[in-house]
């Protein structure tokens, strides 16, 4: 049935000429044109409502020119969990990036790994000219057999009661110290080879060959990423959403990659600063894709409903009253009409938003051309 459309601008320019009475003036300040605004969108609403009104008893007095049904598609309610996630940035960090080095300083000899490299535990990074501590092993060696000697002698004069106690103990003691000077020594040559603590990549030569390396000086930084970890500061408000050992998502935005995880560790203390608390989720990455300081979306679920109501958000209109409606497929003697549906929403997530008041979940809705239809219009079921 054809719409009167003409009818909104006969009714506008017959209450424009209604009356002699010169226009009310505009006003300047705020609440002036929010209240005039509100007059305007009122007598919009009452128009809207006569031309509806008199359309209806057209078609009651002249059913040849009723107005055509409109066009659109339906989809049922089904009830079904509703989730709702908070998505908290986090990085990708590894627990293994050591500092490998020297317990005793020297010139390096050579430098056995390259930046990039894989390395083993055990293998052997970076040797230390130690040859001054050859030397010096040397000359303790010549002090030791001296001091034997002395010893073995002042023994036997005091095995024939010649000389004092206190002269064989303080040589029996020259020859314990230089023993332990040089067990230490030869403990320390071996230092002279640096083997790496764990197994990895060298993410760093910090010295080169011949370049000097004091004790505990990083030679070589060597980075473990067979296991990482998503660090994540959580607000505070968040703080009974998660607890450790629960299921969460990880999003990696630039590979476009999800993970699922458990949380390894949630933080004892809330950052003063921020009001945030520390959540990490251990990893495996066994390809080396993840790499630290990897931008990472933890998705933390806060609200979790198993027969909920929910509905894609663009079905949900507003009215300009500010209260919100869906339309619904009604069955009559004429055939399916639209019917308003008041609703009250609640949270939204990924597209779909959540009815909490207003449907039961056994009416029809109507979806495509639902927001070119008036309440109680005529319709025309499209199938797809």
Request: charged share 25%; proline share 4%; glycine share 8%.
């Amino acid at each position: 049935m054809k719409k009167i459309l003409f009818l909104l601008p006969v009714v506008l320019l017959l209450a424009a000429c209604g009356g002699t009475a010169p226009e009310p003036k505009t006003p300047t300040d705020l609440t002036g044109k929010k209240t005039l605004l509100k007059e305007k969108q009122a007598a919009l609403q009452t128009i809207k409502n006569e031309i509806a009104q008199l359309e209806k008893e057209i078609v009651q007095l002249d059913p040849s020119s009723g107005e055509t049904k409109r066009l659109v598609t339906t989809r049922p309610i089904v009830r079904k969990a509703f989730n709702h996630f908070v998505e908290i940035q986090g990085t990708v960090r590894s627990d293994e990036l050591v500092n490998v080095s020297s317990e005793t300083g020297g010139r390096l000899l050579e430098v056995k790994v390259i930046e990039g490299q894989t390395v083993q535990k055990g293998q052997l990074i970076a040797r230390v000219d130690l040859e001054q501590m050859k030397k010096q092993i040397a000359e303790v060696q010549t002090s030791l057999e001296l001091a034997e000697e002395v010893y073995t002698r002042q023994q036997r004069l005091w095995d024939q009661k010649i000389g004092s106690e206190i002269q064989l103990l303080q040589a029996k003691n020259s020859v314990d110290r230089l023993n332990k000077s040089l067990e230490t020594m030869n403990y320390q040559l071996k230092k002279s080879d640096i083997f790496s603590p764990i197994s990895g990549v060298v993410e760093r030569v910090v010295l080169q060959a011949g370049e000097m390396s004091g004790p505990g000086s990083p030679i070589v930084q060597i980075l473990n990423t067979n296991q990482i970890k998503v660090v994540s500061d959580v607000p505070e408000t968040y703080l009974r959403a998660i607890r450790k050992g629960d299921l969460v998502t990880v999003r990696f935005p630039s590979l476009n990659e999800e993970k699922q995880a458990r949380v390894s560790l949630i933080g004892a203390t809330i950052n003063s600063s921020n009001r945030t608390f520390q959540v990490e989720v251990a990893l495996p990455n066994g390809n080396g894709l993840l790499k630290p300081n990897l931008l990472a979306i933890m998705l933390l679920g806060d609200f979790s409903e198993k027969n909920a109501i929910s509905i894609p958000i663009e079905l949900v209109q507003q009215e300009i009253g500010g209260k919100d409606f869906v339309f619904v497929k009604k069955d009559t003697p004429d055939g399916p009409v639209a019917q308003k549906a008041y609703v009250k929403t609640g949270i939204s997530y990924k597209g779909e938003i959540l009815i909490v008041e207003g449907l039961t979940g056994e009416e029809v809705l109507l979806d495509e051309g639902a927001r070119f239809v008036s309440d109680q219009d005529l319709l025309q079921i499209q199938k797809g």
